[in-house]
């Protein structure tokens, strides 16, 4: 189930964002200021009492941009990130979000592929976003 992510989750977001992600992971600090930002949406995806995944996303003017997505490798391939994802579109479409964006490490193929197929769009390169000589695809689409 999905369910909004609470500052009591912030270990749980953490660990999964340490599984998840390498040396482009959020700190545990900008984790808790995402989460403590009303402005924000943050959910998690929680079964049998575990966290398995959650998004983030923020909303400014006419945009949603997806902050953070992260599935756990164990519980991936189960549409998890699918049902995440819907959530923060589904909460845009209710603010009455134009667009919505994202960035993700071209080197990524699997998160690429997976938003290609929900049917955002490469907007553009973002040079060394994730480090030297490590761009991103800026993706989008409209809502």
Not at 9 to 37: A, H, M, P, Q, V
Not at 72 to 100: F, T, V, Y
Request: aromatic share 10%; net charge positive; hydrophobic share 35%.
């Amino acid at each position: 189930m999905i369910r909004k992510a609470t500052i009591d989750d912030l270990d749980e977001l953490c660990r999964i964002e340490k599984l998840c992600f390498k040396r482009e992971r959020y700190s545990e600090e900008f984790i808790l200021y995402l989460l403590e930002n009303p402005d924000n949406y943050s959910a998690v995806f929680e079964e049998n009492k575990k966290i398995a995944g959650y998004i983030i996303a923020s909303f400014h003017k006419d945009t949603a941009r997806i902050i953070s997505l992260a599935v756990a490798p164990s519980d991936r391939k189960k549409g998890i990130g699918q049902k995440l994802l819907n959530s923060a579109g589904e909460k845009a479409k209710k603010l009455k979000m134009k667009n919505i964006t994202l960035e993700v490490s071209k080197e990524n193929k699997s998160a690429l592929n997976f938003y290609l197929s929900n049917k955002y769009q490469i907007i553009g390169t973002i040079k060394d976003y994730y480090g030297i000589g490590k761009d991103g695809w800026r993706m989008g689409k409209n809502l």
